[in-house]
């Protein structure tokens, strides 16, 4: 239903949105070969006004994509590279004192842009990734009694290497709910590869950086997330939601379930895929779309299932089987 050309006419002008979208996933598919989904799940996040954990082994474009996708939009970028001897302030930032006034004054961390790419999030002690709770979820921070606010978009992008443990700490569940998705990403298949090897050639030497053109400015987006807000959700859609979410929390095969604020996650990213595909309402086809990549991170398999070598993305598939549609 959602790929045909829809041709009522929209109570929300959703056409420069649309058009924005595709400049957009043009612009990066100059650089970044095969991973689409990736791209349309970043754009859907932004829209969202979410954060989001990337997933996956060294090597298949995680940050540059990250780095490039920051690249598009006409805003403030920042990098941090957490390592086990971070500290908060070297995240937040710390007071000086002024010689010449005698005075301390605040001077501003990384954390302080529109959007921050954190590399190997779990590489950082738990005291140091504390330090995002507040910034992730009320967008401000409070340093010495004084509340910073944050200068809208404010994104963070967080990569993670699945494999190697070895000093690295794990998230803990509630700020693994502060992140709207967690993106896996896979190795590209065969004919990708080569793609990705032919035009790594024929750049010759040329930063993918240099080829990427800004699409996106900040009142533009502040706009269209305002448009999103507006997409009409009817109470049957609101309902699917909450019996999607409600089955995590007692079904046999999970040890935790999805929070209200994935309820809250689902119908935000519900309603931007229904704008970037050009309709004002949500169907169906837009909750189950957000489902995994929203699910995935949140809910906690029971330690059998676990070594019996299930998924959360099993148990999310037979959640939406056991659920009705509706029409």
């Known amino acids: 239903m959602e790929n045909q050309d829809l ?39 932004l829209l969202a006004d979410g954060h989001v954990l990337i997933e996956g082994v060294p090597g298949i474009a995680k940050t540059v994509t990250a780095k490039l996708f920051a690249k598009v939009l006409k805003t403030n970028f920042n990098r941090i590279q957490f390592t086990p001897d971070l500290m908060p302030s070297d995240v937040l930032g710390t007071s000086v004192l002024n010689m010449k006034t005698s005075e301390f004054e605040f001077h501003k961390g990384p954390i302080f842009s529109n959007v921050v790419l954190i590399d190997e999030i779990n590489r950082a002690p738990a005291k140091t990734q504390a330090a995002l709770f507040e910034t992730m979820e009320e967008r401000q921070a409070s340093i010495d009694g004084t509340t910073y606010p944050f200068e809208a978009p404010f994104m963070v992008l967080a990569t993670q290497n699945p494999i190697e443990q070895e000093g690295t700490y794990a998230l803990p569940e509630a700020q693994l709910d502060r992140f709207i998705f967690k993106i896996k990403v896979d190795y590209p298949g065969v004919e990708d590869e080569v793609k990705i090897i032919q035009t790594h050639h024929e750049r010759k030497g040329e930063k993918p950086q240099t080829l990427i053109q800004p699409i996106l400015n900040a009142e533009d987006l502040a706009d269209y997330k305002a448009k999103i807000q507006s997409i009409l959700v009817e109470e049957k859609i609101i309902r699917y939601i909450a ?54 991170h949140r809910i906690i398999l029971t330690p059998e299932r676990e070594m019996e070598g299930m998924t959360t993305e099993n148990v999310i598939e037979m959640i939406v089987q056991s659920v009705e549609v509706p029409r």
């Open 243 to 296: 019996e999607l979410v409600s089955k995590t929390r007692n079904h046999p095969h999970l040890y935790l379930g999805g929070s209200p604020r994935a309820s809250i996650s689902i119908l935000n990213t519900s309603k931007a895929f229904a704008a970037i595909s050009g309709r004002d309402f949500v169907i169906p086809e837009d909750v189950k779309k957000a489902l995994k990549p929203i699910l995935n």
């Open 7 to 45: 041709d009522f006419n929209n109570r929300i002008p959703l056409e420069d949105l649309k058009n924005a979208v595709a400049q957009i996933k043009a612009e990066l598919g100059k650089v970044i070969i095969g991973q689409q989904e990736f791209i349309e799940l970043l754009i859907v996040a």
